[in-house]
């Protein structure tokens, strides 16, 4: 049954690997090298952009400047954006597809194995360059890093200082990176997928995953072309978002949101595929509506490309156009609605425990839910034009991307740990780390939709004193959210460096061809080719 | 009363989970435990409409959240339901369906999908619509046009009927900000001199930016629009309610951002024609005045009157700026430089020059548009003669009068 | 889903490389022409 095993743990047949130490991982084509450094570098940076929020949301503590001037609040919370999407999300989805891609569809490893080690690398240079700016101004040298949010919108990136032109060469480096790591795996999906395994029956994580990097490879071009354009009006005279010279600073916004709105799919699709995985393990069931998902999938990345403009209803959009983008909006909601169905159709009448990844996966539904729902009235050109710019849409996204983007991360985490690492983690932490998260997430963001209804808007470093009770709420939720994140890594160390030995198949209800491998895999995932029947 | 009980209740629906009552009472308890909390009324929804247009959003918004609650209670008490049946340790067994078999189960899975439909295309989309198209009709029966001029980081109000404009900015103390003083009732958002609005008339507003983008918000009028350099935008009021409105910038538009905010003082129409016919007088008063010669000590007791209002910000109260981005008046070569050319006229790059036609690419904007003859007169002359700079030259309005006309 | 043994030959992984290889080069022009396209775009 399992011949595929045989390989054991870190032999290493082919004579591949010739160095140790730094070198091996500076050279490493392995996937799972590649992944783990992928999913490393994003834990690291998920810390390095939580405290700068965390310091933030000091700040925002009580009425009045505590800790900081006006200028450096505006680097943070910008930069916190950039750091927490392109550095903590993007890699840790990108680590998933790197590890698990490969034994999920049955193949030796990523097809471009080159191309996937210098997609990795240039990851840390990028980070640098968006946190460098921090340092050099301590040193006077420039004025800190990007102060614009993370949006760009010109012409205040125009007028802004050094730390713009250090971003915008780190995005140009982070789209690479995120460019070639699509392409690997489009034709990793596209070409080395065992015998026997059409696409349609292929794991929905690879399906998620696919439609991942393909809205990438659409949209990242384009945010790449607007921030160059940015740079050349910045400093070579051009005058592409200057009214004066004939241009258009909401034709920026077009460009970023071209690219931005499919962001957040591409940030949420791969969690989707994950979820059902996990859903269908602790419910010990098949999943419900496998090709429904996968059409609700290929639908959100189309629908996404076409609904961009919602991002700034209050700019002065034509009212055909707001009807339009509302219309489309709303669409989405259809094919959404179909997944939550999917998820909670596979719990239904299974056989569930609630293991940690269980828990999170719940978590995640019932918390991006609320994400989804907002979302619903968000896009309500009508009621937008009061939530728009304010903390209610702050709540909302939060909901998306923390509930939805890295609690779906840390349910993958939980739910692969064993697999990767050959031990199993302490479940009890895990608990307890998943109830912290939850309750202080909640603490954190639900005062934030009040405060955005009662009128306070985003990015400002001081508030009027009414909302000062639900600030200093937000504050403590955020404080214990952070803290508790510790518990996280510390349960992921121990994990690494030993406890209770993981079986093949980790979790009773697991199905797929990853469980069918050792845990942890063999250097070579499949030697020999599984044959899908 | 009626507030009250709307308050409670779109605070309830939009909570619509299970830790709404310990949200609740959680925010209770750490307002209470806060020292000098500022105002015991905990809010959970939009402040009281007093437009046409606020009122429908609020009606929008309430009549949503009641939706999406319902939504989300029946969806995940379905959830709950299964979680607590469906599980391993109560002995249930797994069954192995992977979708709807039965013509029945198809009709009862897609069911939803219909209702969902209705929900956004008809409930939600068909009000929407209308809502849209009144909200951006500005010129239907419009009363009287009022120019919104978003600037870092201060509003320009003109009544271009009248021919009225001023600037409007921040009058917290800067020491309240630094928690050096006690905070006052309107902390931050208060205003040197308000935008004045007649009640029960369409205000037809037009925005526009001379730097970057700003957003104009009061939520008590529901309307939120974006001031755009180089384009205008429009939006509409119809004030039911004498009153003072409060609001702020909404979109990032650099350092101070936060400092932003929007008064309006809604008042009767008399009370309105009557603040009208004095700003005229003053307007005309500050014209002619630009005609005679002001004396050095004039000049600069007003300059120091217009720097504290409009350079401030940047350039700090003792001309020290903020380098990098904001450079020092204390020092500067551009300040200490000749005043004009032999013959009177502008040189580039001059102190004369900055202060005319600004720096593009910088936070330094063209005061030309924004400041009266005398205010540059005097703020230049101000600049000139303070920091450190003992220059003793002055400039006259009617100078700077002169170099406007030609420069046209 | 059960595995039967049958090796992955050299000819079949370099078959499968090399389409692949053919397919990313295809994928990297496509992108480079969106960006391209995007700094003609005019209002």
Not at chain 1, 149 to 166: E, H, I, R
Not at chain 1, 321 to 333: E, Q
Not at chain 2, 160 to 188: C, D, W
């Amino acid at each position: 049954m399992n011949t595929a095993t045989t390989a054991n743990g870190h032999a290493d047949p082919h004579g591949e690997g010739h160095y140790s130490g730094p070198l091996r991982w500076l050279t490493t084509t392995n996937h799972k090298d590649i992944g783990t450094m992928y999913l490393t570098f994003s834990l690291i940076m998920f810390f390095v952009g939580g405290a700068m929020i965390l310091a933030v949301r000091a700040e925002l503590f009580s009425p009045g400047l505590q800790l900081m001037q006006p200028e450096f609040f505006n680097q943070l919370i910008g930069v916190h954006a950039l750091v927490m999407i392109f550095a903590a999300l993007m890699p840790a989805a990108t680590g998933f597809a790197n590890w698990m891609l490969p034994l999920m569809i049955g193949a030796p490893d990523m097809a471009l194995p080159r191309l996937n080690n210098w997609g990795f690398w240039l990851l840390p240079p990028a980070a640098l360059l968006l946190t460098m700016p921090f340092f050099l101004a301590l040193f006077g040298i420039g004025d800190g890093a990007l102060a614009t949010g993370w949006t760009f919108y010109a012409p205040l990136s125009v007028q802004g200082g050094m730390g713009v032109d250090f971003a915008i060469l780190a995005v140009h480096i982070l789209g690479i990176s995120s460019i070639m790591g699509s392409i690997n795996v489009i034709v990793t999906i596209f070409n080395m997928r065992a015998p026997g395994m059409t696409l349609m029956k292929m794991p929905l994580f690879a399906w998620g995953w696919l439609i991942t990097a393909f809205l990438l490879l659409a949209t990242l071009p384009v945010l790449a072309g607007a921030v160059t354009m940015l740079l050349t009006d910045r400093h070579f005279g051009t005058q592409f978002f200057d009214a004066a010279g004939g241009g258009d600073p909401i034709l920026f916004q077009h460009l970023f949101w071209f690219f931005g709105h499919p962001e957040v799919y591409i940030l949420l699709l791969p969690v989707w595929g994950l979820m059902p995985h996990v859903l269908a393990t602790f419910s010990r069931k098949p999943t419900y509506g496998y090709k429904a998902q996968v059409y609700s999938f290929i639908v959100i990345g189309v629908l996404s490309l076409v609904v961009w403009a919602h991002h700034f209803f209050t700019a002065g959009l034509p009212v055909p156009a707001l009807i339009y983008f509302m219309f489309s909006t709303m669409a989405i909601s259809i094919p959404l609605a179909v997944l939550f169905f999917c998820w909670i159709a596979t719990m239904w009448k299974g056989a569930m425990t609630f293991e940690t990844p269980m828990l999170f996966a719940v978590g995640f539904i019932v918390l991006f839910g609320i994400a989804g729902l907002t979302g619903l009235i968000l896009a309500d050109v009508a009621a937008d034009a009061q939530y728009h710019h304010s903390y209610f849409v702050v709540a909302h996204f939060h909901y998306a991307l923390f509930a939805g983007g890295i609690m779906g991360v840390m349910t993958g985490v939980y739910y692969w740990l064993p697999k990767w690492t050959g031990h199993m983690y302490s479940e009890k932490l895990g608990k307890l780390h998943f109830w912290l998260t939850v309750v202080s997430f909640n603490l954190t963001f639900m005062p934030q939709f009040f405060l955005g209804l009662a009128g306070m808007p985003r990015r400002i470093p001081d508030y009027a004193l009414q909302f000062a009770e639900f600030n200093a709420i937000s504050t403590v939720g955020a404080m214990i959210l952070g803290f508790s994140q510790l518990l996280f890594a510390w349960n992921i160390w121990s994990c690494i460096r030993g406890g209770e030995k993981a079986e093949p198949r980790v979790w009773e209800g697991a199905e797929g061809l990853e469980w069918e491998l050792s845990s942890p895999p063999p250097h070579h995932s499949w030697e020999i080719q599984p044959v899908i029947k | 009363m009626r507030s009250i009980v709307l308050h409670s209740i779109a605070g309830g629906s939009s909570l619509a989970s299970a830790c709404l009552r310990r949200f609740q009472f959680l925010a209770l308890a750490a307002g209470s435990l806060l020292p000098g909390a500022a105002s015991a009324e905990y809010k959970f929804n939009f402040p009281e409409p007093v437009t046409p247009i606020a009122r429908e959003t609020l009606h929008i918004h309430n009549e949503f959240m009641l939706i999406i609650t319902i939504l989300f209670v029946v969806v995940f008490a379905i959830m709950i339901y299964s979680m607590i049946k469906h599980r391993k340790s109560v002995g249930h067994t797994p069954s192995t369906f992977t979708g709807p078999t039965s013509a029945m189960q198809w009709f009862w899975a897609l069911v939803p999908f219909a209702i969902l439909l209705f929900i956004d295309f008809v409930l939600m989309g068909i009000p929407a619509v209308q809502a849209i198209i009144s909200m951006e009709d500005t010129k239907t029966r419009a009363d009287m046009v009022l120019k919104v001029t978003g600037m870092q980081w201060k509003w320009q109000y003109e009544y271009p009927e009248a021919g009225v404009k001023f600037i409007s900015t921040m009058s917290t103390p800067r020491a309240q900000i630094a928690n050096a003083e006690a905070k006052g009732e309107h902390y931050l958002l208060e205003v040197d001199k308000p935008v004045v609005l007649p009640v029960g008339k369409k205000v037809r507003i037009l925005l526009t930016s001379t730097d970057v983008i700003h957003t104009w918000w009061v939520p008590q009028f529901g309307v939120k629009r974006d001031a755009i350099p180089g384009f205008l935008r429009e939006t509409w009021v119809l004030i039911e309610k004498p009153g003072i409105y409060r609001g702020q910038c909404a979109e990032l538009c650099g350092k101070d951002h936060g400092f932003m905010p929007v008064v309006v003082h809604a008042v009767p129409e008399p009370e309105y024609l009557a603040w009208l016919e004095q700003q005229k007088a003053e307007a005309v008063a500050s014209a002619g005045s630009a005609d005679r010669a002001w004396s050095s000590e004039e000049l600069i007791a007003e300059g120091k009157t217009v720097y504290d209002k409009v350079c401030v910000a940047c350039h700090q109260a003792e001309g020290q700026g903020l380098p990098p981005v904001f450079p020092a008046l204390a020092g500067s070569k551009i300040v200490s430089g000749p005043l004009l050319d032999m013959n009177g006229k502008i040189i580039p790059d001059s102190h004369v020059d900055r202060v005319f036609n600004g720096k593009p690419g910088t936070a330094m904007q063209a005061f030309r548009e924004t400041l009266s003859d005398v205010e540059l007169a005097a703020v230049i002359t101000y600049e000139r003669n303070s920091f450190g700079h003992k220059l003793g030259d002055m400039i006259q309005p009617a100078q700077i009068k002169a170099l406007r006309q030609e420069a046209k | 889903m059960t595995d039967q043994p049958t090796d992955f030959t050299p000819a079949d992984l370099a078959r499968r490389r090399s389409a692949a290889r053919r397919l990313a080069w295809l994928l990297g022009l496509a992108v480079v022409v969106i960006y391209v396209l995007g700094l003609f775009i005019k209002r």
